[in-house]
DNA sequence: TTTCTTGCAAAAAGTTTGCACCACA
DNA sequence: TGTGGTGCAAACTTTTTGCAAGAAA
């Protein structure tokens, strides 16, 4: 069995089918947003894209962002607590985010505890789920430790 | 049994306690967001401030409320998905959001799945979490009747 | 009286937009 | 060829910051 991810024909057909022109820059754009695993924010993609085509515009990347957006081919996400600021990602199967407050490492995972979360929210208030942003802070295995030692300095080393 | 809700005065010794001063300004600012079930953006913070005292800043309202989020007295959210801005609410007892995309009522709601969603996330990726946000978006009940009854006039009217 | 906080205004940071030119379909 | 997309620069929105004056502790 496949994976239900789509190629980037597919989301160039999804484009098509709402009229729109497909562009170099959206083709850019979206093969950025494609061929990789992170979490984009706009600049990041201009960036890029500009290693690609010297002359492209942060307004088109953020056009382009919004097309894409609202064709349902990507999604945005709001990941930092402390920087409000987009970050872009393809509409790929559900996942979610956890976010080291360490050292900034970000770790996708599943739950289907999701899905009983929107069943249980529908049933109690009547509403129409469309959309389940959930988004994890903490520390990360590694920066625990790490944590955990600079806890234990501060214990030890009292009022001030 | 009584809320885990805490008083102003509760609030304020833990700012005291931090080593925070004590001003008119940040009185007022945590006396707003203590007498609301809303959550608030800076600036409507900053309007309902000036009601009561012409002369507060709108820079003086961002830095209280930064100082707030890091005394741990309050939490910041971002509840939009078009406009990224951040809103603002006390840090009480656990709850979340579901927003409406078509009337833009936000409702709350609680949930015990959070939490083992932290565990389960914890013991498979061996983190810590210390923060979880879930925000749902879509119709609210009201709502849903009304995009029934617009999907069933796009059904109708076919192409273009 | 010392240090922290405020107000003001200016600057940042992120995103959108008007307009003339350009290029997909 | 015509409509929609692009680049540029300027505007907009949200948030932060430098600095001198002001007020908690």
Known sequence: MVMDKLGVDERIEKLR???LRLTPQRRLVLDILESTEEHLDAETVYLRALE???SVSLATVYRTLNVLLDSGVI??????????RGYYE?????HFHFTCRACGRVIEFETELVALVRRQVSRQHGVQVQY???HLEGL???????????AHQADTAPTS
């Open 140 to 150: 990360c295995a590694e920066c625990v430790e790490n944590a955990a030692a600079i």
């Open 17 to 19: 089918m709402q009229g």
């Open 90 to 94: 393809l509409y790929d199967k559900e």
């Open 52 to 54: 690609r085509d010297e």
């Open 75 to 84: 999604q945005q996400r709001f990941l930092d607590h402390d920087r409000n």
């Open 132 to 134: 389940t942003g959930l």
